[in-house]
């Protein structure tokens, strides 16, 4: 008999994370949906096991430590262990105030949840991630966090000059590296996925791409083999430029 293998997805009570739940689940993974409103991340979880997937509602405020810590508790009482951890969780506050304009504080908004929360997050969940044989970590980062793209005026994400959500997201691909870096001689992989830009709540859903496409890179990193890469930043066509 094949043992349960569990997910965590932060922020999935919608959009990409809601998605990445579906598929996982769909797949026999057991999925521990964190949101940060419960009685959303109930309703989330609900609709999740209608579909016959086995889904667990966690509460889960990437910048509110003690929820972190009682999310921690809780699996480790209710599940005993975790094999995935997906941190999907993101916002962009200050949206598209130009840099010279952008407030100190809209950018510390968007690193407390995209950065300072996803260190917080993965630092908790660690220990129970290291105890699994084939334990992932994916960080949902995203081609607006490429120096390379940015610094070319005739990419497609040139017109996307957000100072704080880009350098939340360049400051996550750094994360994805040195912590892969750390853990390179272990089972964990470590990667950074960009879902490409997807009609969500985020953007107003002015995004191209669906949900549905969107997650399946996410998945496909949650999912990857002893052989599968560490430490990179993958969108759907492949390896990105940092
Ligand atoms: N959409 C795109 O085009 C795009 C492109 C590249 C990368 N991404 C990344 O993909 C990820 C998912 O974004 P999305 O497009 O699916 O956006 P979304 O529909 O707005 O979903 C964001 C999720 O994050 C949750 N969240 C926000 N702050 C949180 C906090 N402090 N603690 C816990 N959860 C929190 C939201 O919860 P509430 O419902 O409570 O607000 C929501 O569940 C983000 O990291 C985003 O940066 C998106």
Redesign the pocket.
């Known amino acids: 008999m094949q043992t349960k293998r569990y997910a965590l997805i932060?922020?999935?009570?919608?959009?990409?994370?809601?998605e990445t739940a579906l598929q996982l689940g769909r797949m026999g993974y057991v999925i521990l949906l964190?949101?940060?409103?419960e009685l959303?991340g109930e309703e989330a979880a609900q609709l999740l096991v209608n579909k016959n997937i086995e889904a667990h509602s966690i509460m889960?405020?990437?910048?509110?430590q003690a929820t972190i810590e009682a999310a921690v508790s809780q699996i480790k009482q209710k599940f005993g262990s975790l094999d995935v951890l997906i941190n999907?969780?993101?916002?962009?506050a200050g949206g598209a105030t130009p840099p010279s304009q952008i407030s100190l504080e809209d950018i510390r908004k968007t690193y407390?949840?995209?950065f300072f929360?996803m260190i917080s997050v993965t630092q908790a969940m660690l220990p129970l991630l290291q105890q699994s044989s084939a334990g992932r970590i994916v960080n949902?980062?995203?081609?607006?966090g490429s120096l390379a793209f940015n610094s070319d005026p005739t990419h497609e994400h040139a017109q996307f000059n957000l100072l704080a959500?880009n350098s939340s997201?360049a400051a996550v691909n750094m994360f994805t590296v040195t912590l892969a870096k750390e853990f390179r001689n272990t089972p964990l992989k470590i990667n950074s996925a960009?879902?490409?830009?997807?009609?969500?709540?985020?953007?107003g859903f002015t995004?191209l791409?669906t949900?549905k496409q969107?997650a399946a890179i996410v998945v496909k990193l949650a999912v990857l083999d002893e052989n599968g890469p560490s430490g990179g930043f993958h969108g759907h066509g492949g390896e990105l430029p940092w």
Request: no cysteine.
């Open positions: 932060t922020g999935a009570n919608k959009g990409i994370g809601f964190g949101a940060r409103n959303k889960l405020d990437v910048t509110r999907n969780a993101g916002i962009s407390d949840t995209n929360g949902l980062t995203s081609g607006l959500y997201k960009d879902p490409g830009f997807t009609a969500t709540d985020l953007n995004g791409g949900v969107a």
